[in-house]
């Protein structure tokens, strides 16, 4: 190996990748590229392994190692994820001769996962666009499918997010490394998460179930996901069923199953399988949250059924509830390139495809009115499952028993993004399994709401009752109606209460103009400034019209729109005006998900119409099945209660971005004002569905209060001796640094919902202050950073900082110094104590950087880590502690520097290290005579033609041996020649002008 110490949390993988559990083989990286690449650093397949595996897997078909090498030249060409997702399930053919048939070929045995290589290693050079070493890779057959990016330093911050950060880069500086890639992992030594190289961080899941090692405990969240990911089982079964590509927005997407979603489809298979039992054994219910996925967990479901050979080719059929989830639920198996989908469009369409022959099969998608007026055993094939959608709505009723009479032998599961209503015994015993005479299973699987936030798979609801004089739901509607109506005649009044007495005061003038105000200040004030979007929900589609008027008047009329369902015949005349169109509304609907136009001529572009949309106003559509991550507040104008309350808020709960932890419901019908009687539920079960408004200004008081006491005994007066005291208390004592940062984040989060808000003034000059020394704080502890204001600040955030934060005052009292060989003299006069800060923390930042550039910087990288052991020890101090820090600088700055010094003054450097006594002109010939060659030898991006680095060496080594021989620079056990060739790759070296000189 080229370093002496694993960083600690890639070996506590490594050893449990190795365990006799999951049973990985190790290889350092270094014997990998020997053994099996040749030292080949482009090559990302493992030849060898890859050739004798092609042919056990596929025998009487690659018979020798002739036909393995046209498939394995086929992958070395191949560069599309998707394609290569394809070829590793075995799902391409290939045809080697005309006289023979197409065949699939199988890079992987799923069937038994112990006749095929599982091998991980480390440190592994990837020759790409750049060079890199990522920390683990895991190759099965020699093909790469995995990538763990472990993340430890000298100070406890770094995450797991800074590993899949890492990954995001990778994949546009090595692209081979990640083309067969199936997922990544960023983990420290608390925590792994998985996810899409380049997916945002909110996409990154825990994997929370070790299932089968039942033995690890759940409070080990990093073994809990390294035992359940990297089992070599679960590993294969997400290969080849829990991957899916999407096309979004325009955009191909890549995504990978939750183990919520992974553990409720294997429950569903293995149930579906037990074709022996009976019908009612084959059942189950699965309550996943809204927003955790769902309807993915019924797709991932389907394929794996449709590819399981024991099922002899199934009828999987998929039953909504209406059109609208049909669209959607085809939308994503079509978007997923399923085959075999079949929609049925009436009656007549499900009859014949279940009952006409021996029935379809494939995936059926359809409405459950299609099963109305069924015979009855219309197919009696136990190979039947039907996966039903929101089963606790309609599917007990009539068109239920048509749907279970007419399949009497099917698998029956039933899926329902809310909990079972307190009193509803029918849908247990519809969809669950029969455990006795009457009793049923109530789950088979669950995800709640607590589960969706502790993994952030969902965010958090918070709710504020708006304008309490005009909220309906509880109030006494004949006083409201006598209050609302007071200047009405007699006669007027009589007229009005014949009416619906809700919507006159619902729909009442005046009281349609002040919730408009209030909600257009709302918007404009608290979700409109950090990019977020909103929702109007209506009692009716006239109500849509008159608020979608109301507001036009406070805001641009192209900043909201009205979604509707159009019905001609039915709906009033003011509606009719804001009819879409399908076309349209389907535009509508996906260009509101992106983000509003920032520029005049973003806004300008007709293109952008859709987009400039920021507030959508309807009374049904959107409350169910819209996946809207930008949406952020929902202003809620309609009586509701229980499943279609808990669907209809659940539409702000999705991940968005850094400043979205949470979403918000303004209630102005009251709903939330008894919030129990809306809901029928097990509050057991159900736990806490939003939290009120008023807990913000709680958490607010906490966390300043909390933040401010790790400053306790240093003053908080700006000057430049309390920002430094306070600097080296959280250099010296990484859980205080976490707990500051952790804080400020959530801190700065509150105080973007809150603002603007009278509450806030009380702590407006602390939070100040705070944000000045967070600046100062990320200036000293992340120099590489760009020194100013950004995104995930927040806009008021931002603003605070612009009207009371002196930026050059911080720049000027606390410079940052570029990291050369004049670094130690600019920083001479400092206190030690600062000095010893700046250069740590400068050193980190740097090292941090450059480690997986540079070969070199690893030994650095250990000695600082032993550095700042020993200072936290008590062992290295003062004096000592400044010249280790001083010197180890001294060194990162020469590495650095040769880069950018000329590469014959690198080389000649080189040669005096060797030959001891060496004068300076003689090593500088040397040198002339090394570049002169390489002058000869290297055109433009030599380093990424494989067999450069052999002819290289051939020829410093002849060049040496002849007219240098003196020197003993060549030969068996010296490594000047590779160190040459690596000079000349960091510099990226090519015969240019500037070295025409040295040409021989």
């Not at 099917?410 to 247990?428: I, K, Q, R, V, Y």
């Not at 850094?658 to 736990?687: C, P, R, T, V, W």
């Not at 306790?712 to 000057?719: C, K, Q, V």
Request: some cysteine; hydrophobic content about 35%.
């Amino acid at each position: 190996m080229t370093f002496t110490e694993y960083k600690t949390v890639e070996k506590e993988i490594l050893d449990c990748l190795q365990t006799k559990e999951l049973g990985w083989q190790y290889e350092p990286g270094d014997d990998v590229n020997a053994k099996y690449r040749g030292g080949d650093e482009q090559e990302m397949l493992l030849i060898p392994i890859l050739r004798r595996k092609l042919k056990e897997l596929n025998p009487g078909v690659i018979t020798d190692d002739e036909r393995a090498n046209i498939i394995i030249q086929k992958l070395r060409a191949l560069k599309d994820n998707q394609e290569w997702i394809q070829w590793l399930r075995g799902e391409k053919t290939y045809k080697f001769s005309q006289e023979e048939p197409s065949r699939n070929i199988h890079l992987i045995d799923y069937t038994e996962p112990s006749k095929n290589d599982f091998l991980a290693t480390n440190q592994l050079w990837i020759q790409g666009i750049e060079r890199r070493r990522p920390d683990i890779l895991l190759f099965i057959n020699g093909i790469p499918v995995v990538d763990i990016e472990a993340k430890t330093a000298s100070h406890g911050h770094v995450d797991w997010a800074e590993g899949a950060k890492q990954t995001a880069r990778y994949d546009r500086e090595v692209p081979n490394l990640y083309y067969s890639n199936c997922f990544c992992a960023g983990v420290n030594e608390l925590r792994m998460k998985y996810g899409i190289p380049g997916a945002r961080l909110q996409y990154w899941q825990q994997w929370r179930d070790p299932y089968p090692h039942t033995q690890i405990p759940s409070f080990d969240e990093m073994k809990c996901t390294t035992y359940g990911l990297f089992d070599r089982g679960n590993l294969l079964d997400m290969i080849q069923n829990f991957i899916v590509f999407e096309t979004e927005q325009g955009q191909l997407v890549k995504k990978i199953a939750r183990y919520q979603q992974f553990r409720a489809a294997n429950k569903i298979v293995g149930r579906a399988l037990e074709i022996d039992k009976a019908s009612g054994q084959r059942r189950g219910i699965v309550w996943h949250t809204q927003g955790s996925g769902k309807s993915l967990t019924m797709l991932f479901a389907a394929r794996k059924l449709w590819n399981d050979p024991s099922l002899e080719q199934p009828t999987i059929i998929i039953v909504v509830d209406r059109e609208q989830l049909q669209d959607q639920m085809v939308g994503e198996l079509f978007k997923a390139n399923s085959e075999n989908v079949a929609v049925a469009t009436s009656i007549r369409d499900m009859r014949r495809l279940i009952g006409e022959g021996d029935g379809y099969r494939g995936i059926i998608v359809t409405i459950v009115n299609k099963f109305d007026g069924m015979e009855q055993e219309l197919s009696k094939r136990p190979n039947i499952i039907m996966l039903v959608d929101e089963a606790h709505r309609t599917q007990y009723g009539d068109l239920g028993v048509f749907m279970r009479s007419a399949m009497p032998n099917a698998s029956l599961f039933g899926l329902t993004g809310t909990p079972l209503e307190l009193d509803d015994l029918n849908t247990p015993r519809a969809f669950g399994k029969q455990l006795d005479t009457d009793r049923y299973e109530r789950y088979m699987d669950r995800y709640s709401i607590e589960d969706s936030l502790r993994d952030g798979a969902t965010k958090p609801i918070h709710y504020e009752i708006r304008m309490t004089d005009w909220t309906v739901a509880y109030a006494d509607l004949d006083k409201k109606f006598e209050a609302l109506f007071a200047d009405r005649s007699p006669e007027e009044r009589k007229l009005l209460m014949g009416e619906a007495k809700l919507d006159a005061i619902l729909k009442h003038p005046k009281r349609i103009a002040q919730i408009a105000d209030d909600i257009a200040r709302h918007f404009v004030d608290h979700i409109r400034p950090n990019g977020f979007k909103a929702m109007i929900v209506c009692r009716d589609k006239d109500t849509c019209a008159l608020y979608k008027a109301a507001l036009d008047q406070l805001l641009a009329p192209e900043v909201s729109l009205i979604i509707i369902s159009e019905d001609p015949a039915h709906d009033v005349d003011s509606v009719k005006p804001y009819y879409l169109g399908d076309a349209q509304r389907r535009k509508a609907i996906e260009d509101f998900k992106k983000p509003a136009p920032k520029t005049q001529e973003e806004r300008d572009n007709p293109d952008n119409r859709f987009k400039r949309v920021e507030i959508l106003i309807v009374c049904d559509m959107l409350l169910t099945g819209f996946d809207a991550p930008i949406l952020q507040a929902m202003y809620l104008d309609k009586g509701m209660r229980d499943h279609t309350l808990l669907q209809a808020i659940a539409r702000v709960n999705r991940p968005y971005d850094d400043l979205k932890e949470y979403g918000l419901i303004l209630d102005y019908f009251g709903i939330f004002e008894n919030l129990n009687d809306a809901l029928n539920y097990d509050k057991s079960e159900l736990g806490e569905v939003a939290f009120p408004f008023q807990r913000f200004h709680e958490m607010f008081t906490d966390y300043m209060g909390q933040i401010l006491d790790l400053f306790t005994g240093i003053p908080r007066d700006g000057s430049h001796q309390s920002g430094m005291q306070a600097l080296i208390m959280f250099n010296d004592d990484d859980e205080k640094r976490e707990e500051f940062e952790r804080l400020f984040r959530n801190v700065r989060i509150l105080f973007e919902t809150l603002q603007p808000d009278d509450f806030l003034r009380s702590y407006l000059q602390d939070y100040s202050w705070l944000c000045k020394f967070y600046m100062l704080y990320r200036k000293k502890f992340h120099p590489k950073d760009h020194f100013e204001i950004t995104e995930e600040d927040g806009a008021k955030t931002r603003q605070l900082i612009r009207e009371h934060v002196d930026v050059k005052e911080i720049e000027d009292e606390f410079p940052t110094y570029k990291l050369d060989e004049n670094y130690l003299t600019k920083i001479k006069d400092m206190n030690p104590d600062a000095k010893a800060l700046d250069i740590e923390a400068m050193l980190d930042a740097e090292i941090g950087i450059r480690l997986d550039e540079d070969e070199d910087i690893r030994p650095l990288s250990e000695r600082l880590k032993r550095i700042i052991e020993q200072k936290r020890a008590g062992t290295l101090a003062g004096i000592a502690l400044l010249k280790e820090l001083e010197d180890l600088t001294k060194q990162v700055v020469d590495v650095v520097q040769e880069a950018q010094r000329p590469i014959v003054d690198s080389i000649a450097k080189e040669v005096a290290k060797r030959v001891d006594g060496i004068s300076e002109a003689d090593a500088m010939a040397v040198a002339k005579a090394i570049v002169a060659k390489a002058t000869e030898k290297c055109f433009k991006n030599w380093f990424l033609q494989n067999h450069m680095d052999t002819e290289l060496y051939r020829e410093f080594t002849i060049l040496l041996a002849t007219q240098f021989k003196e020197r003993q620079l060549h030969g068996a056990g010296k490594d000047f020649v590779d160190r040459c060739i690596r000079l000349l790759k960091k510099v990226r070296f090519t015969a240019d002008e500037q070295n025409v000189e040295y040409q021989a």
